[in-house]
């Protein structure tokens, strides 16, 4: 409306217009929105996923860019340990290769594995261990994760008195906790220390309260242990078991996917189409004191 000195003047709105006119400009931008979504994604630059449910394993990183290195090993892997467990147990072997290059010393895998596996104070399966090299200013810190080597001719088998320690048919060194007695033979004779012996403790025991989660029962080998005095695994050795109870359930060991540098590669060393099999094919590996002669399932990459 345009008055006498040519100024325009609005209209008086009632409450009632107000309202409508803005539940109108409402309906226009979701409208709006939605279009901007319904791009195809790969021209948003994001990866089309399956949509959520228990089984579906691509939940975990839904949402990360197409063509990710690190999400393309996962799954790659991923489908490595499905053609795995396919096979017969005494086919497949498991191993690891650990590209030392890659590794930056986060320990975001000794967290996850303690988290994973409720490990108590004492006990650490997955440590990483550091060095430093070189005289000030030209110094370098360098990483080394160190599991259990799961060796071919383990040492700490033919130790144990009681034959708790044994090697399974797909290379994992495993523990029956039921057997073991704690005397903590197959620790002196590992010469690679991983191994570690549960006395008990608890990281709240001097606090005034137990904190719950300190007695959650760890789901080793696929079994709940509850975490009791006088019972297993209380009292017994410990060790890495490559995660046997995600395996069993087709996962990858949580040092794997946890891994921020994609250091970490896990996989059947008798299949010549999976990943470890490639990182292996590449110069410059090693093995931890290969003048033993116990073969250790575990590479590292250099």
Known sequence: MVGKEGRVTLEPVTRREFLAQTAAGVVLGVAAVGALNSKPAAAAGTTAVPGDGPGNRATAIK?????????????????????????????????MVIDLRRCVGCKACTVACKAENHLPPGVVYRPVM??????????????????????????????????????????????????????????????????????????????????????EPAPEYGRQWPRQKGRSPIGNARKCTFCLHRLRAGQLPVCVTTCLGGATCFGDLNDPQSLVREWLAGEGRMRLKEELGTEPQVYYLT
Not at 72 to 91: G, S
Not at 176 to 193: F, H, K, L
Not at 204 to 212: C, G, K
Request: glycine share 6%.
């Open 63 to 95: 949402g990360w860019p197409a063509n990710n290195d690190w999400e393309n090993k996962i799954r790659r892997q991923e489908e490595d340990l499905k053609r795995a467990l396919a096979k017969p147990i005494e086919q497949r072997q498991w191993g």
């Open 130 to 215: 550091e060095e430093e090299r070189g005289v000030y200013p030209q110094v370098q810190r360098q990483f080394l994760p160190r599991p259990c080597m799961h060796c071919a001719k383990p040492a700490c088998t033919a130790v144990c008195p009681v034959k708790a320690t044994y090697k399974r048919a797909d290379g994992i060194v495993a523990i029956d906790y039921n057997r073991c007695i704690g005397c903590r033979y197959c620790i002196a004779a590992c010469p690679y220390g991983a191994r570690s012996f549960d006395a008990g403790r608890f990281y709240t025991q001097e606090t005034p309260r137990l904190e719950p989660y300190e007695t």
